[in-house]
Every structure is written in C-alpha cells, then in structure tokens.
C-alpha cells in the first residue's frame, strides 16, 4: 500500500493538532461566573496564603479577587472584622468563639444562594475549601493560647487531628432537607473532617421546625432558637466514652473535649449559642465549642 506525500502531511498535521490540543491548557467555565478560564490562578495579596489548588482552579481571576476574605479580625469573639456592640455588650456565650472564612456581602450571597437555593451542589468542595484557612488560623490561635509544647516554633506543622475531637454541624430541619436535598452545614463540616482526618459526627438533631429568621429581631432569635436543638445522645455518648477510653493516650484528657462546630453563616450567633448550649448541657466532663462559619454577616 502507497501513501501518497500529501497523504502523509494530512496525517502529520492532524498528529500535531492532536497533540497540541492535549498539551494547551485546561479550559473550564468558571463555577460562579461561568466565564472560560485557564490554569490556576494566583492569589492576589488579600487571600489566606493557603488555597487549595481546587479552589485557585475552579474560580477565573476576578471572582477568586473578588473573595472578601476575613483574614483581620476585630472581634476575637465572634470573628468579625469590626468592632463588635453585640459581643461587647454579651462577652459571656457557651461556645468560645466564632471564625467566618469571608465577610457575607452581595458577591458572597450570590454565591451562596447559588449552592444552597438553586442546588448548585458542585459549589459544596469549593465553599469548603474556603472554610479551610480560618480553620487552621483559628487551630493555630487555641495552640498559641493554649501554649502547648513546641507551640513556641511558629513554623512547626501543627497536626489538626491533635487539637480536635469531633467536627459537628448545626442540624436543618428535616423538611428543609427533604426541598433541598442536603445540609450545607453537613457537607461544609465533611469537607472540613475529610481534609484534616477529624471524625465527623452528627451530635444534634432539629427538635422543631423554624419559621425564617430573617424577618425577626435580635432578641425574637434568641427566644425562638433556644428550642431548637437537641442532642443526639448516641452519638454523643460514644464521643464522651471514647474520650474517657482513652484518657492518658489523647490530649483529650488534659485538655477536655474540643468540638468545631460548623454552619454556613453567622449573623447574630444565636443558633450558635443554642447549639453549644445544648452540648455543654449533656456533657459530663470539660468541653469547649468552637465555631466555624463559612461567612460572618
Ligand atoms: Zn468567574
Ligand atoms: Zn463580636
């Protein structure tokens, strides 16, 4: 069989137009914008040093810019860039505080609503990637305060897994589950516990459902949200008799029990205060809440 020249400069040309096409970059639609971008982006001077290659490759330039990410906190209470009234005026709160990856503005609502209203359940790796820099900063401050050995090297890699025993997650209402079809708070806190290898436990339930928030105040929160929650005892037994099991072996022990408890966003912190409320109700020996929120409004 003969192969004419012009034959062979076909084939040669679309080898090449192959292989061109798989060496180019990646090209793929940012998740937010839907805009075509390419490669991974670089983080401008504003974002947390560490973003997950995920992240950098999921969101174009602008949008990934465009992050208003809480990385100076004003209030070391509920993590708010500004000075706090609220935490001034009640320093005292069963969980010891709160740390929000981004400030919630229009460009983060947009966000959210896109994940949790209209299903985008793509967005859920993403947004859990972003709680993933406060974590460790928030991880890194109880190791400072706390001053456990070898805290003095900042630059010593703090093992995650040693600072916490359980990562929890505020309960929807299993209506509100059913039309959504998953809890963003559940799947935040597996994101979270996935990364770091914390255990993930399910240690509250809904006790009833709520009407909206949004339209009530400050104090309407507080009264309406104290009886939301209750315990999920089975879990929360294991974690008590684990961490009793194991005295002497973990820092559990010395410390008491640390729980990072996760939701999407925090407003006035009453659903937080309800939460730990309940969980230091049943405890049975020390434990700390912590949370992390995904957005600090
Ligand atoms: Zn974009
Ligand atoms: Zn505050």
Same mark, same amino acid.
């Given at each position: ?20 096409? @798989? ?16 490669? #991974?982006? #670089?983080?401008?001077? &504003? ?6 290659? %995920? ?8 949008? @990934? #810019? ?21 935490? *001034?005026?009640?320093?005292? !709160? ?6 929000? =990856? ?35 900063? @928030?991880?890194?401050? *109880? ?10 090297? &900042? ?13 929890? $997650? ?16 559940? %799947? ?7 990364? $770091?290898? @914390? ?48 005295? !002497?072996?973990?820092? =559990? ?9 996760? +939701? +999407? ?24 809440? $912590?949370?992390?929120?995904? =957005?600090? #409004?």
């Amino acid at each position: 069989m003969t192969v004419s020249p012009q034959d062979w400069l076909r084939r040669l040309q679309s080898a090449f137009a192959g292989a061109a096409q @798989l060496l180019a970059p990646r090209t793929a639609a940012c998740l937010l914008c839907g805009k075509p971008q390419t490669g #991974s982006r #670089s983080a401008d001077s &504003s974002s947390p040093a560490k973003l997950t290659p %995920q992240l950098r490759q999921s969101l174009c330039g602008a949008c @990934l #810019s465009a992050i208003p990410w809480l990385t100076r906190i004003a209030c070391t209470r509920c993590g708010r860039g500004i000075p706090c009234e609220d935490c *001034i005026r009640s320093p005292h !709160g069963s969980f010891v505080c709160n740390r929000s =990856a981004v400030h919630y503005n229009q460009t983060m609502r947009a966000m959210l609503a896109l994940y949790k209203y209209r299903g985008n359940e793509q967005l859920a790796p993403l947004l859990g990637d972003m709680l993933l820099p406060a974590f460790e900063a @928030l991880t890194a401050e *109880i190791v400072q305060r706390t001053n456990a050995p070898n805290s003095r090297d &900042s630059k010593l890699k703090i093992r995650m897994a040693d600072h916490w025993d359980a990562v929890t $997650y505020v309960p929807v209402s299993a209506e509100r589950e059913a039309d959504r079809g998953f809890n963003q708070a559940e %799947q935040l806190a597996g994101r979270v516990a996935q990364r $770091y290898h @914390l255990p993930l436990k399910q240690l509250l339930v809904r006790s009833r459902h709520s009407e909206k928030q949004s339209f009530k105040t400050r104090a309407e929160r507080f009264r309406d949200t104290r009886s939301l929650f209750d315990i999920n005892a089975e879990e929360f037994q294991l974690l008590l008799a684990h961490a009793v099991n194991d005295s !002497g072996k973990t820092q =559990a022990s010395r410390r008491g029990i640390r729980i990072l408890l996760i +939701d +999407d966003i925090y407003t006035t912190g009453s659903t937080a205060e309800a939460c730990s409320q309940v969980l230091l109700h049943h405890a049975e020996r020390p434990l700390e809440v $912590y949370l992390l929120t995904w =957005a600090r #409004s």
